[in-house]
């Protein structure tokens, strides 16, 4: 197994503050979140927002959509301003909604994202793979997330709602700065991109809707048709549920899992033992894109908020309270993973958090570590050697971790 790679920090807990985060946070979290969970259980925030980092504490909320709601409408008011684009998605998309639209909306993605549906998709994400594995064998150098793991999840999502395949140049952008803004703080600038980029997807996805309703699609395999159609009349979405959640698959599914395979490209290359036992020992691909997934999590955070007065950790938090859930400090929690700062691709049980949990659990996921899978196995048996070279750039956000630049030879 893997050295740890990282020491433990010097975290004032009494002060820490998610919204103006300490030096080397953003950059590496991960010792500030070991720190976390050795000190404290919980940590009140300065705006009366409490931390949570315990898988324990994490899964409990995620189960209890009674005392815990989903709901976003009281914290983005002030954040983006009541009836603005960024608030019009964010309290309207499938993740921040509590029942009955999101019963409304799951139930719709998940009847078009069966196993079968999904194994309907396996031959074309291989050929969308290789493809791009060719294009980049022509060069000496490539960006490993511009020129690969960015470019999968786009075509993917793309055809799960048939988006036509020269109109999908802008949804990478619009994606980072929609989720971009879900960051703890913003500047003046960052939520004016935000707000640009909804209101220019909403254009975009009127006018697909139009087309779609003159000439509805595949039944059994487009997406955006069994939304338009609902399920029912009492799963009927109006046009703005309809836009706003369209805006959320093709953002999930594309940050979650560029994210995915950048980090674990990225996390084999700096574990060159981990990477040597993956290329003798294919079939360890599944359990490496679960560590993958828990040891650099592509969602690091998430948010609940109380419903009634609540006990966590010997702290009484009042009703309509923020809570910040750590994913990245819950999947590092001892309590739960026996050294859980190691890189091990055949940790078992991995009972991560990455993809949240309960009735909210990401709709996507089965699709996601497909697409890993996929993704990473085959670029491994064709360029076993790849090095990732100096240069790279983090994406600089805390809720979202990956890689906005990643330069490497193959």
């Not at 720190?35 to 899964?59: E, F, K, M």
């Not at 640009?196 to 997807?201: G, R, T």
């Not at 055949?346 to 890993?372: D, K, Q, W």
Request: aromatic content about 6%; overall charge negative; charged content about 20%.
């Amino acid at each position: 197994m893997a050295a740890p790679i990282t020491q433990q920090a010097t975290v004032d807990i009494e002060h820490f503050d998610l919204a103006n985060p300490p030096l080397g946070f953003v950059s590496d979290p991960f010792p500030f979140y070991d720190a976390l969970l050795s000190a404290a259980r919980v940590v009140t925030q300065p705006d009366g927002s409490v931390l949570l980092c315990h898988h324990g504490d994490l899964d409990r909320v995620y189960r209890d959509t009674t005392l815990f709601s989903s709901d976003k409408k009281a914290a983005f008011g002030p954040k983006f301003g009541v009836g603005s684009p960024l608030f019009e998605h964010h309290t309207t998309s499938l993740v921040f909604s509590d029942p009955p639209l999101h019963t409304r909306v799951r139930r719709i993605m998940t009847s078009a994202l069966t196993p079968r549906a999904i194994a309907r998709m396996e031959p074309g994400l291989v050929n969308t793979v290789d493809h791009l594995l060719d294009e980049m064998a022509q060069n000496e150098q490539v960006d490993l997330i511009e020129d690969f793991a960015a470019s999968i999840p786009i075509q993917i999502i793309g055809n799960l709602l048939d988006v036509p395949m020269e109109e999908r140049g802008p949804l990478r952008d619009w994606s980072l700065a929609i989720l971009g803004a879900l960051e703890p703080s913003l500047s003046p600038q960052q939520l004016a991109v935000g707000q640009s980029a909804v209101n220019e997807f909403k254009d975009y996805l009127s006018d697909l809707i139009a087309r779609r309703r003159a000439q509805p699609g595949d039944i059994e395999s487009d997406v955006l048709t069994r939304l338009i159609n609902g399920d029912g009349a009492e799963g009927q979405l109006s046009e703005i549920e309809l836009i706003q959640n369209c805006i959320f698959i093709l953002n999930a599914g594309h940050e979650t899992t560029t994210n995915l395979i950048g980090n674990g490209l990225a996390l084999l290359h700096d574990h060159p033992d981990q990477k040597e036992r993956l290329l003798e020992q294919p079939d360890l691909i599944k359990p490496a894109i679960e560590e993958m997934l828990r040891f650099r999590s592509p969602n690091q955070l998430g948010n609940r908020e109380t419903t009634a007065e609540v006990e966590i950790g010997g702290l009484t938090i009042a009703k309509g309270t923020n809570l910040h859930l750590v994913i990245g400090a819950a999947n590092r929690d001892p309590k739960i993973f026996s050294s859980p700062e190691v890189f091990d691709i055949s940790r078992s049980p991995n009972r991560h958090l990455a993809f949240a949990g309960g009735p909210h659990v990401c709709v996507g996921l089965t699709l996601a570590r497909m697409e890993g899978k996929i993704a990473i196995g085959r670029l491994l048996e064709r360029f076993p050697d790849y090095r990732i070279l100096p240069g790279r750039v983090s994406g600089g956000r805390m809720r979202f971790r990956g890689y906005a630049r990643l330069p490497a030879a193959l």
